[in-house]
């Protein structure tokens, strides 16, 4: 089974929705970072979640980190062209000490 | 604001040549990172570096794979010998610190033709 998985793999909503993407680990996480990719581009850092509860925002993005650090979800408010893109959750696992392992990414795609 | 960046944005090889991909870090980071994605597939860590040394590496990074700090700007990646299945995305990241948000660089797409 994969070390992380994001669900879900793809999302299409309106303009205005809300939305979740899950991010949920095999193995206890030091740390969980929430990426943004637009395709054949860079990452974007948005968040970084260290703490179980811990939850942070930024602009209409919530991202919020479970008491048992191993599964985050991020929502996004209102949701704008803008936001259109793959997000990426990567995580530094027990055991490592500065690597990332990323997940599969969530596709959005926001309609008029 | 500053920020990573990668040169070249897109390099093309013949299989067995040897490339060497540049980064400049943003200047006042101490770690720095090579990741990389084939097309379609998930974000892949490479190695990690500090301290003019190897911290970590994935087993990806291979004895055809090397990185280097040339000077106090410049991290690149260099790959002896390409193979066709190193066609890829290859990204350079950098932090201050180990644990905490790894910025990356736009990436270089190599293909090895």
């Known amino acids: 089974s994969q070390e992380l998985e994001q669900s879900p793999q793809s999302l299409i909503v309106q303009e205005g929705k809300n939305l979740t993407i899950n991010c949920t680990s095999s193995?206890?996480?030091?740390?969980l970072y929430w990426y943004k990719q637009k395709y054949g581009e860079g990452l974007i850092f948005l968040m970084m979640?260290?703490?179980?509860?811990e939850e942070k925002s930024h602009e209409k993005i919530t991202a919020k980190l479970d008491e048992k650090k191993q599964q985050s979800s991020l929502h996004i408010t209102a949701s704008q062209p803008s936001h259109a893109g793959i997000y990426l959750c990567?995580?530094?696992?027990?055991?490592?000490?500065?690597?990332?392992?990323f997940g599969t990414g969530t596709r959005l795609q926001v309609t008029l | 604001e500053p920020e990573v960046t990668q040169t070249p944005s897109h390099q093309v090889t013949q299989m067995g040549q040897e490339v060497i991909l540049r980064c400049v870090p943003i200047?006042?980071?101490?770690?720095f990172y090579w990741y990389r994605q084939i097309l379609g597939q998930k974000v892949e860590f490479l190695v990690s570096?500090?301290?003019?040394?190897?911290?970590?590496k994935s087993e990806i990074f291979d004895d055809q794979f090397s990185v280097e700090r040339p000077d106090g700007s410049n991290f690149t990646l260099k790959i002896r010998s390409t193979k066709l299945e190193d066609s890829a995305m290859y990204f350079c990241?950098?932090?201050?610190?180990?644990?905490?948000?790894?910025?990356f660089g736009p990436g270089t797409r190599l293909t090895v033709l």
């Open positions: 570096f500090y301290n003019n040394e190897i911290s970590e």
């Open positions: 193995k206890t996480l030091y740390g």
């Open positions: 979640l260290q703490k179980g509860g």
């Open positions: 990567g995580v530094r696992l027990a055991g490592t000490a500065s690597k990332l392992t």
């Open positions: 990241a950098s932090s201050v610190q180990r644990e905490i948000e790894q910025f």
């Open positions: 200047s006042n980071h101490l770690y």
